[in-house]
């Protein structure tokens, strides 16, 4: 009887000590699970807060990158419009340089043509000289070659108006410079200084007739008038290139 009551008394002995045990050991894997729990917490806490910075620094990085694509827009934009207006600018520079070129065009026309002029002026002048002789009264004046002559030669006096025998061999000298020049033309002006103008006229036309009708000068390259000679008469022929032919090519080119 005692011997079951020892061995009663070792098994519950037995028996709390296990459970006294098994408690403690509860007990320890609680407070070892409740740490692995802290350290979870712990770990998701930080996980939440870099998951925050995560989601700000991504908004920021979406707001710079609408940032940069707005600003790349407004550059290419901008570049569109500077291109818009560089082609604006390109053309207006090649229309300038377009009309500047068809200027000097213009200008070196004139310029040709009037070198053209003064040349043939030399030429006119050296062959009035030739031809008229030493005696003769010869003068340049505005681009023309001037040969002047009395009216005692010409008309027998001051107021005839029929060509000498004389005249007719001074006019058939210029007949002949005129044929060597055909390029040139030739006004006869009659001179008057006492305010009639009508004979100094008819003088004139009286030599241009000489010139057409016995040396053949086409009236075209003639031309005749009366002016007051201020202080001055007697005749005055100018040889000088077709002024009206060079007119109308200069209007010619300035319509251009």
């Not at 070129?101 to 043509?113: M, P, S």
């Not at 070659?145 to 007719?168: H, K, N, R, Y």
Request: glycine residues 4%; negative net charge; charged residues 25%.
């Amino acid at each position: 009887m005692k011997k079951s009551l020892l061995a009663l008394g070792l098994i519950a002995c037995t028996c709390i000590s296990l459970q006294a045990q098994r408690k403690s050991d509860l007990l320890a894997e609680i407070d070892q699970l409740k740490s692995q729990l802290d350290s979870v917490n712990a770990e998701i806490f930080d996980a939440r807060k870099n998951e925050k910075v995560a989601v700000a620094k991504a908004e920021s990085f979406e707001s710079q990158v609408t940032e940069l694509q707005d600003a790349n827009n407004t550059l290419m934009k901008n570049l569109n419009s500077f291109a818009e207006v560089s082609n604006k600018n390109s053309n207006i520079v090649n229309s300038a340089m377009e009309s500047l070129e068809a200027k000097e065009r213009q200008l070196k026309a004139i310029k040709d043509a009037i070198a053209t002029n003064d040349s043939t002026t030399i030429v006119v002048l050296t062959n009035v000289k030739q031809t008229m002789g030493e005696n003769a009264k010869i003068g340049v004046s505005e681009g023309a070659v001037v040969i002047s002559s009395d009216l005692a030669s010409l008309f027998g006096s001051d107021t005839g108006t029929t060509p000498t025998p004389q005249a007719e061999a001074w006019v058939e000298k210029i007949a002949n410079i005129l044929n060597a020049n055909p390029t040139t033309a030739v006004t006869i002006e009659g001179l008057s200084m006492t305010g009639d103008l009508e004979t100094p006229a008819k003088q004139a036309v009286a030599l241009a007739t000489l010139l057409q009708s016995k040396f053949n000068i086409p009236a075209e390259r003639i031309k005749a008038l009366g002016r007051d000679g201020n202080l001055k008469e007697g005749v005055q022929v100018n040889i000088h290139p077709e002024f009206d032919k060079f007119y109308l090519m200069v209007r010619e080119h300035m319509k251009n």
